[in-house]
């Protein structure tokens, strides 16, 4: 049977004899049952689906492409181990996530070390990993960087990070490669010629790429092609200073599916986009063929991952508004409140009622902007019932927190029917762990 919003859910998602949604084989309703709620369920077809429509769509359109995996958006062991499984690189944006990749013997040399603010211990680590490449941020981090290399003797491969002036239209916290930012150097403030011929001249530091990050999530495409043609056509002036474009990046952002009647462009018409104006430009300004690096997050995780909740309080303002109360709520998906991001959401233990009213559905944290998800229409619900919310992948359990002293959701990856724990419950002892008494 299919459902409402199944495009939004992993590409498992069913309906089984008990009324009840199944992902990966599995019956959510006694997922809940087993781990508790709230739970993160992952599919691992989905995830892994996703990483190969990447290596496919971006492969066939330009052969020297490596899709690195943007971390920030959840990593852990088991999710670092898959991707590394796939032949993907990785992102990394801080000494954890470095340290995630170290945990499962990420292959260092498919590792890109991004950030603003890599602290010189980040520096040291990621040396001592023998990490790939460290993707430069700003003038301190050249000079730190070039003053590390050379303390051990070795020239370390670098990217540099521009900012082109390319607004994407995402929401002003996720927009990233616009003037006023904090990341990348400037091409229209003249920051970014001199961090290159800086970069060409540094001694311990070898220049081979140049990227950019526009911000996330993306639904257009015409910001990638106008990125793609303002760093290219900047860059062209460089050449004969010495600069050699081995690899060069877009960065990630695409988008996927939140709400029903907000569909994302498929991998395909962002790989097309992407690929063709790289290819025309490369070949117009002389720049041979670099590897095109992308670095998707979202769209490889966002899918792959639901949320499941337990009903409890309801609270009826009559004419105002019907509150429905989750276990879970801004500890383990701050972005509503953060972003005013929306979602959708099933009643997963009766999946054919029909929708009859309008409900919010709130969090259990001690704030008032913890809402999940605002004015969506649901069957009527009753305490007890399974909630699942679908696109949680990313972006969610990463930057869970947690407040209020509420332990961070337990995670499962489920697939062919089972379901095996990649994450517990943060428990009460946990929490204290760090607490000095
Ligand atoms: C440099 C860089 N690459 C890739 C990403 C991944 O973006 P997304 O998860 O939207 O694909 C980000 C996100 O902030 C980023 O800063």
Redesign the pocket.
């Known amino acids: 049977m299919t459902f409402d919003n199944i495009s939004l859910f992993p590409v498992t998602a069913a309906v089984n004899a008990d009324d009840h949604l199944t992902l990966g084989g599995c019956d959510v309703v006694d997922l809940a049952r087993e781990f508790g709620t709230p739970l993160y369920v992952f599919d691992e077809d989905t995830l892994r689906g996703m990483c190969r429509e990447f290596v496919a769509e971006f492969g066939k359109r330009y052969p020297d492409s490596k899709v690195?995996y943007?971390s920030?958006?959840f990593v852990n062991p088991a999710i670092a181990r898959i991707v590394a499984e796939e032949g993907l690189g990785l992102?990394v944006?801080s000494g954890g996530e470095l340290a995630v990749a170290k945990a499962v013997d990420f292959p260092a040399e498919d590792i890109y070390f991004?950030g603003n603010n890599k602290t010189p211990d980040e520096l040291e680590f990621a040396l001592d990993y023998g990490i790939g490449q460290v993707?430069v941020d700003s003038f301190h981090e050249l000079e730190t960087l070039d003053e590390i290399a050379g303390r051990r003797g070795m020239r370390q491969d670098i990217m540099l990070?521009l900012s082109p002036g390319v607004d994407p239209h995402t929401h002003a916290a996720?927009t990233?490669g616009i003037l006023d930012s904090k990341?990348g150097f400037s091409i229209e403030t003249g920051d970014a010629a001199k961090a290159i011929r800086q970069s060409l001249r540094a001694a311990n530091l070898n220049l081979v790429g140049i990227?950019f990050?526009l911000?996330?999530?993306?639904f257009e495409l015409e910001p990638y092609a106008l990125g793609v043609e303002v760093a290219l056509n900047f860059l062209s002036q460089f050449k004969e200073e010495g600069l050699q474009l081995r690899e060069f990046?877009p960065?990630?952002?695409?988008?996927i599916g939140y709400l029903r009647n907000e569909p994302p462009p498929e991998i395909s018409e962002y790989a097309e986009v992407i690929a063709a104006s790289a290819t025309r430009l490369c070949d117009e300004l002389g720049f041979g063929t670099p590897r095109l690096i992308v670095?998707?997050?979202?769209?490889?995780v966002?899918r792959a991952g639901v949320a499941l909740y337990t009903v409890g309080g309801i609270k009826d303002i009559p004419t105002v508004r019907k509150y429905v109360s989750l276990d879970g709520g801004m500890g383990d998906n701050i972005r509503p409140a953060i972003y005013g991001s929306e979602y959708e959401a099933v009643l997963a233990s009766r999946m054919s009622a029909s929708s009859e009213e309008v409900v919010t559905l709130a969090g259990k944290y001690c704030e008032s902007g913890d809402v999940l998800v605002r004015d969506i229409t649901m069957p009527v619900v009753k305490p007890g019932d399974i909630i699942a919310i679908p696109s949680s992948g990313?972006?969610a359990p990463s930057m869970a927190s947690n407040y209020n002293l509420n332990g961070r959701p337990a995670i499962v990856m489920a697939k062919d029917g089972d379901a095996r724990l990649i994450r517990r419950r943060e428990s009460y002892a946990d929490m204290m762990m760090m607490d000095v008494v």
């Not at 911000?215 to 993306?218: A, E, L, W």
């Not at 960065?251 to 988008?255: E, K, P, V």
């Not at 670095?295 to 490889?300: A, D, L, Y």
């Open positions: 690195a943007a920030k958006a992102d944006v991004h993707v990070r996720t990233t990341f990227h990050h911000g996330s999530p993306i990046s960065g990630g952002g695409f988008a670095e998707p997050g979202r769209s490889i966002g990313a972006y």
